[in-house]
């Protein structure tokens, strides 16, 4: 699933599993397909994902919206 | 955990609903089968709980054939069009109940972050997105116990909203009602009022005990005895028996539903049922035939859980009796793309259509 927006590019950008929230080097990847990212992939914040039927939407209260499809 | 010592499963087939007793033969499956097309399609009566059960125990063998009856009587009873629905989570997460299934339940530590209700702009945004995917039907679901004054406020204000801007009828789901709170969704327009059963009662304290089930059937008669549709689904997987589906049919029986939509259980990180085994392909086709061999009239949607549980058989299911679908994403997960879905149904030249109740 690709996850675009400001955490997709910069220093730390990748630092934390977006499906768990634990550092990236704890996780080798435990993303479900057809599950939306639920932890910020910078700061490992959980993300309020707002689902719609054509998209969806996921914001950390520190990046703002990082993540969106 | 050691490394070396995992757990294994001493099931030979992982998912299964645990039986009473064993298949039948073919040859007694097959006449199950044929005596079950006599009475639904010549008859044209329902099937007593005693062939139900039959049919529920014909070898998987024999499960194509159940299926294909199962679509027969869809096309009878209800006629070729697909009713398409899109739903939205406008109040996610931070639910006080405990149903064991749900990552919106404040009781369990899950990736789902508690979000208040959306602006109205962004619920109507969603609903336009399900017009243009050629929905007739706009679900708002609330993860809430029941609404207080503030949500029904602005349900009551959002409903003729999505129907003057879309044109979508539109459904709510906002957990248990008073008397007061269903007479005034029905007179402010709610199309169909969404509160499922889930599964059948000898099964429901396994997996809710924040409420009983006797309040769930309250509001399922509160939502009729006010004029609005009756949506009452069904959540296949949890660890309920076959008895246990079928009581489950007959209780939806019981409570007249204009539509079910059958869910099979997309296991949630962080949820007790988190671990559970998801239900086998074959198994998903022979319980939506069974949905629809039990209850002939109603609009039985695809719903939740579809994706991971039928995989290949995602075409199958749609021939087996169902005629209904939720079509793009569900309430904190992804589904398959609109595209694919639409394509399906041109693919089976199934028309796309509003339906009703029509017993
Ligand atoms: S009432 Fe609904 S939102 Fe709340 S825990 Fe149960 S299924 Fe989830
Ligand atoms: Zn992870
Ligand atoms: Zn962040």
């Not at chain 2, 009873?77 to 404040?106: M, N, R, Y």
């Amino acid at each position: 699933m690709a996850v675009s927006g400001e955490a997709g590019t910069g220093p730390g950008a990748d630092a934390h599993c977006t499906s768990c929230g634990r550092p990236a080097a704890d996780c080798a990847g435990c993303a479900r397909t057809l599950d939306p990212p639920h932890y910020c992939a910078t700061c490992g914040t959980r993300l309020a994902v707002r689902v719609s039927p054509g998209g969806w939407v996921g914001r950390c209260k520190h990046h703002g919206e990082v993540a969106r499809s | 955990m050691s490394d070396t010592l995992q757990p294994v499963s001493i099931s030979p087939r992982p998912g299964l609903a645990k039986a009473s007793r064993p298949p039948l033969a073919a040859d007694v499956a097959r006449k199950a089968i044929r005596a079950a097309e006599v009475a639904l399609l010549d008859e044209r009566r329902m099937l007593t709980a005693d062939e139900l059960a039959e049919l529920a125990h014909v070898p998987d063998s024999a499960v194509p054939s159940l299926a294909a009856l199962a679509h027969e009587v869809r096309l009878s009873w209800c006629g070729p069009e697909v009713e398409v629905e899109g739903i939205l989570s406008a109040k996610t997460g931070g639910c006080p109940e405990d149903c064991h299934f749900c990552s919106q339940s404040a009781a369990f530590d899950t990736p789902v972050k508690a979000t208040p209700f959306l602006d109205t702009e962004e619920v109507l945004a969603a609903a336009r997105e399900t017009a243009e995917l050629g929905a007739s039907e706009f679900c708002i679901v609330l993860a809430v116990r029941g609404p207080d004054e503030r949500t029904m406020g602005r349900i009551l204000e959002l409903v003729p909203l999505v129907k003057a801007e879309t044109g979508l009828n539109v459904a709510v789901s906002a957990g248990i009602l008073t008397a007061d709170q269903a007479q005034r969704l029905g007179e402010g327009g709610v199309h169909r009022y969404n509160h499922n059963l889930e599964t059948a009662a000898s099964f429901f304290p396994r997996v809710v005990t924040t409420h009983d089930y006797a309040e769930r059937l309250e509001t399922c008669e509160l939502v009729r005895a006010n004029g609005m549709e009756l949506c009452c689904g069904a959540l296949l997987g949890m660890g309920e028996s076959v008895d246990q589906r079928l009581e489950l049919i007959e209780q939806l029986r019981s409570v007249e539903p204009a539509e079910v939509p059958l869910n099979f259980l997309n296991p949630r990180p962080g949820t007790p049922l988190g671990e559970a085994p998801i239900v086998e392909a074959l198994e998903a086709i022979r319980w939506i035939a069974m949905f629809r061999l039990g209850l002939p009239s109603v609009i039985l949607r695809y719903a939740g859980g579809r994706e991971i549980t039928l995989r290949e058989l995602q075409i199958m299911g749609m021939t087996s009796g169902i005629n209904a679908l939720i079509v793009g994403n569900y309430l904190t997960t992804l589904g398959r793309t609109p595209d694919e879905d639409l394509q399906m149904l041109d693919d089976l030249k199934m028309p796309i259509g509003v339906l009703g109740k029509v017993i």
